[in-house]
């Protein structure tokens, strides 16, 4: 069966729930520092004086966050493998290869899991660092504006420091940059470049098993919602490996002792990456390409625009700061204003699934549990 990052992507939400799960204790952790005794005259002087055991208690949240993060990557890594090799010996077996399928059984998986696994713990191994910095610069931020809001004459002290940690609850950790330049929160950063690993793992697999099998060209599926990216590459044939360039090749008919069929090649995997496919969140997938007998895939219907998934995205975001803003609230009045913008974006993604064709994710509109 074809294969895509999408094979793989459940598993990189899972370890994107630790961080987001981490996040949020860490928010519960400042908001419950901050609220006790707040209407103390020595609440200023208490917070900072209490620095020392908050700064603690979160190098404890983070310490327990990367040793399970750890494990958690380097499951997920194997497991995307695992159904890459498993994608690859079920269409092989289809394509009534199944004989060469079974010759092929045997590679070794441990050395590329180790070696992908390792990559992104290196990765995302700033972020960890990043996250104390980050949350302590928050509730040093939000003691010293409620401090001076009195003196100033424009809030009170519960209004300043909820309108401070508003702002840090509705951000998140933040900060992280890729490659392209591009910004993104803990939660975004982290399943994006978990998303990017375990998709290559499982792509790795399926077209190494193809390899080993004497597959040598895939193709790429036509997708819905595709960005202008990975566009170019829908429907085209690529060299499992070797070098990029367009190239007509004349090859034999798989099926068919004696008979050649021309092939019309766009390039190599290795190049269709470097131009875009299968970036974060590519729906495209490649399957065995057999010269004569393999048909271009039918396009799936298109549910919406590229513009419009990215829109849904966007809402799905929002819904979650909203409710990070719902869980840092320092009395009723900040939680029921919180838990109404909620709503509204919710009915904003009612209202964008209702005008399309594409499903709602309710699954991306949650908060990961508390640690």
Same mark, same amino acid.
């Given at each position: 069966?074809?294969?895509s990052p999408?094979?793989?992507?459940?598993l990189?939400?899972?370890?994107?729930d630790l961080y987001?799960?981490a996040?949020?204790?860490?928010?519960?952790?400042i908001?419950?520092a901050?609220a006790?005794?707040i209407?103390?005259?020595?609440?200023?002087?208490?917070?900072?004086?209490a620095?020392g055991?908050l700064q603690?208690a979160i190098?404890e949240?983070?310490?327990?966050?990367?040793?399970?993060?750890?494990g958690?990557?380097?499951?997920?890594?194997a497991e995307?493998?695992?159904?890459?090799?498993q994608? =690859?010996v079920?269409?092989l077996g !289809?394509?009534a290869?199944? #004989?060469? /399928?079974?010759? +092929?059984?045997?590679?070794p @998986? %441990?050395?590329?899991?180790?070696?992908?696994?390792q990559?992104?713990?290196?990765?995302t191994?700033p972020?960890?660092?990043?996250?104390?910095?980050?949350?302590?610069?928050?509730?040093?931020?939000?003691?010293?504006?409620?401090a =001076?809001a009195?003196?100033?004459? !424009?809030?009170?002290r519960? #209004?300043a /420091?909820q309108? +401070?940690?508003?702002?840090? @609850? %509705?951000?998140?950790?933040?900060?992280?940059?890729?490659?392209?330049?591009?910004?993104?929160?803990?939660?975004?950063y982290?399943?994006?470049a978990t998303?990017?690993?375990?998709?290559?793992?499982?792509v790795?697999?399926?077209?190494?098993?193809?390899g080993?099998?004497?597959?040598?060209?895939v193709?790429?599926?036509?997708?819905?919602e595709e960005?202008?990216?990975?566009?170019?590459?829908?429907?085209?044939?690529l060299?499992?490996a070797?070098?990029?360039g367009?190239r007509?090749?004349?090859?034999?008919?798989?099926?068919?002792?004696?008979?050649?069929?021309?092939v019309?090649?766009?390039?190599?995997?290795?190049?269709?990456?470097?131009?875009g496919?299968?970036?974060?969140?590519?729906?495209?997938?490649?399957?065995?390409?057999?010269?004569?007998?393999?048909?271009?895939?039918?396009a799936?219907p298109a549910?919406?625009?590229y513009?419009?998934s990215q829109?849904?995205?966007?809402?799905?975001?929002?819904?979650?700061?909203?409710?990070r803003?719902?869980?840092?609230g320092?009395?009723?009045?900040?939680?029921r204003?919180?838990?109404?913008?909620?709503?509204e974006?919710?009915a904003?993604?009612?209202?964008?699934?209702?005008?399309?064709?594409?499903?709602r994710?309710?699954?991306r509109?949650?908060?990961?549990?508390?640690?």
């Amino acid at each position: 069966m074809p294969v895509s990052p999408s094979t793989a992507e459940d598993l990189a939400a899972a370890v994107a729930d630790l961080y987001e799960a981490a996040e949020g204790t860490l928010l519960a952790r400042i908001q419950q520092a901050l609220a006790a005794d707040i209407d103390s005259p020595m609440w200023v002087a208490q917070k900072l004086a209490a620095v020392g055991n908050l700064q603690a208690a979160i190098q404890e949240v983070i310490d327990a966050l990367q040793l399970d993060a750890s494990g958690a990557i380097h499951q997920a890594v194997a497991e995307a493998y695992e159904r890459g090799q498993q994608a =690859a010996v079920a269409e092989l077996g !289809a394509l009534a290869v199944g #004989q060469a /399928a079974a010759a +092929a059984s045997a590679l070794p @998986a %441990a050395p590329a899991v180790d070696r992908l696994a390792q990559a992104l713990i290196a990765d995302t191994g700033p972020v960890h660092l990043r996250i104390l910095r980050v949350t302590m610069d928050a509730y040093r931020d939000v003691v010293a504006r409620a401090a =001076a809001a009195p003196l100033l004459g !424009a809030q009170t002290r519960r #209004q300043a /420091a909820q309108t +401070a940690l508003d702002r840090f @609850a %509705a951000r998140g950790i933040t900060g992280f940059v890729d490659q392209r330049g591009r910004s993104w929160d803990m939660r975004s950063y982290v399943e994006m470049a978990t998303r990017s690993v375990v998709g290559r793992a499982a792509v790795d697999a399926h077209t190494d098993r193809l390899g080993a099998a004497g597959v040598e060209l895939v193709m790429v599926s036509e997708a819905p919602e595709e960005c202008p990216l990975c566009r170019k590459w829908e429907g085209k044939i690529l060299t499992r490996a070797g070098a990029p360039g367009e190239r007509t090749l004349r090859l034999e008919h798989a099926v068919r002792d004696g008979e050649t069929v021309t092939v019309e090649v766009a390039g190599s995997l290795t190049e269709a990456r470097g131009g875009g496919l299968f970036h974060p969140n590519c729906r495209h997938d490649v399957l065995a390409y057999l010269p004569g007998v393999t048909r271009r895939p039918p396009a799936t219907p298109a549910r919406g625009t590229y513009e419009q998934s990215q829109k849904q995205r966007y809402l799905e975001r929002q819904i979650r700061a909203w409710k990070r803003r719902e869980a840092a609230g320092l009395d009723e009045q900040a939680v029921r204003a919180a838990r109404t913008r909620v709503r509204e974006y919710q009915a904003r993604v009612r209202e964008l699934v209702a005008e399309t064709a594409m499903p709602r994710k309710s699954h991306r509109e949650q908060l990961a549990g508390a640690r």
